[in-house]
């Protein structure tokens, strides 16, 4: 549990987050907010914020969030039904225009994971039509994006000829990851749970192979690319170098994935039992406050000398769901500490008013935008403040429902996702009227 000083702090930030990222409601989806908390129009509607806020919505309706069923049920539908999705191709488009002409642009699986995601987490939140979207995406999956003689996903294709592009990222597979976790709990089916070990067991030789410190770019035999982007050390996606905050983000999934394994007897690597603790003092080493000041930078070299200097607000919080789940799996009490520091150095520099994060600070710890413009969304800083009221499990959404008492009995294998009524709820599962929801934590 998050020390006492800390607890009530993040318990209103959840509140004040969810009640932020409601403005990004748009027909299209979800849209990416400005500093000031307004929709950004210039930029459109893109799939990775639309499936995390989605997601988020999802996670504020387990959570009691009076809005977030009915802001779930949005993102559903819109991903289903919206100009995001490109029946031709069978597949999801990056982005659109905010009156849904479609933009120029590959497909891209980063940004699919998102869709995984936010229909798992809708999907145990009992969202209508979260089913349908699960099994779409899940379909898209299997024929675009898994890799199976290679255990990995592919990046990206081209939207006309789906013609695979070369390059492989590290990115793109953690955040599959984190969508087959979420499948996994939302449908019991091992399958999914099994590719998700596939890939960290790769990811996890390539930590070994390079001193602890992960490449993000291969080429389509899975050689790392090392001077990938030297050019352009600061990019949001694709950064030269390694980044601090995946060290950390891998280290929470490892973790999960291990837990899950466990607990449905399938064998994985001896190395997941180690490196996520490994990784996290790692980037605690090497990634907070090299340059005499305090905070997380972006990126080193591989020799672990410091790239971009630049503190990203998504790399503090996924410092603190390592932490969070690291005392939470080891029940060592001295992860506390780190997160009451984490939570008083974003109080300081990174939280402008409750609810709205930074996206970036400069070397200084000033707000800056050297890669990031406004405030996207709040996906990662939502899921640090509740993981620390949860056990380790597969997902979020998962998490909370073993919390709150609305989970269904665990790792229940259904051999396709439950019947749906009319109404979208699953047959055989009363869905809750708003009174019934759970009071937040």
């Not at 950004?40 to 806020?53: E, F, K, N, Y």
Request: hydrophobic content about 40%; aromatic content about 10%; glycine content about 8%.
């Amino acid at each position: 549990m998050t020390s006492s000083t800390t607890r009530p702090f993040f318990d209103e930030e959840v509140r004040h987050l969810l009640r932020f990222g409601k403005r990004a409601r748009v027909p299209e989806g979800f849209g990416w907010l400005a500093d000031d908390g307004s929709v950004d129009a210039s930029r459109g509607t893109h799939l990775w914020i639309t499936g995390r806020m989605t997601h988020c919505f999802a996670l504020g309706h387990l959570l009691g969030d009076p809005d977030g069923l009915g802001l779930a049920e949005h993102g559903v539908a819109a991903l289903l039904d919206g100009p995001l999705r490109d029946r031709q191709a069978g597949a999801w488009r990056s982005a659109v225009a905010h009156e849904g002409a479609p933009e120029e642009g590959r497909l891209v699986s980063y940004d699919h994971s998102f869709v995984i995601l936010a229909a798992a987490s809708a999907l145990l939140a009992e969202v209508p039509r979260a089913g349908e979207l699960l099994e779409a995406a899940l379909e898209a999956f299997d024929r675009l994006w898994w890799d199976d003689d290679a255990g990995m996903v592919v990046d990206s294709r081209s939207p006309r000829t789906l013609a695979v592009d070369p390059y492989r990222g590290a990115n793109a597979n953690m955040h599959t990851v984190e969508a087959l976790l979420g499948a996994y709990a939302a449908t019991g089916r091992r399958l999914h749970l099994e590719r998700a070990l596939r890939i960290t067991s790769r990811i996890c030789e390539q930590f070994e192979a390079h001193d602890f410190r992960l490449p993000e770019h291969y080429d389509e035999s899975w050689s790392p690319l090392l001077d990938y982007n030297r050019e352009f050390p600061a990019d949001p996606f694709r950064p030269f170098g390694s980044t601090i905050g995946h060290w950390l983000e891998w280290s929470r999934l490892m973790v999960e994935v291990r837990t899950a394994c466990a607990q449905r007897d399938l064998p994985y690597p001896a190395a997941l039992d180690v490196i996520p603790q490994h990784m996290y003092r790692k980037a605690l080493l090497e990634g907070w406050g090299p340059d005499g000041m305090p905070g997380f930078i972006y990126t080193v070299d591989f020799e672990g000398r410091p790239v971009v200097a630049q503190r990203m607000y998504w790399v503090l919080c996924e410092a603190i769901g390592a932490a969070e789940t690291l005392r939470e799996a080891t029940g060592d009490a001295s992860y506390d500490l780190d997160v009451d520091g984490f939570a008083s150095w974003a109080r300081a520099h990174l939280i402008e008013r409750p609810g709205e994060w930074h996206e970036e600070l400069d070397e200084k710890n000033r707000p800056a935008s050297g890669t990031w413009v406004g405030k996207p969304d709040i996906y990662h800083a939502l899921q640090a403040m509740v993981i620390g009221r949860l056990p380790v499990a597969p997902s979020f959404a998962e998490g909370i429902a073993r919390r709150t008492g609305r989970a269904r009995p665990p790792f229940a294998e259904i051999g396709s996702l439950p019947h749906r009524d009319r109404s979208g709820a699953p047959v055989g599962r009363r869905r809750p009227r708003e009174s019934e929801a759970p009071a937040h934590f």
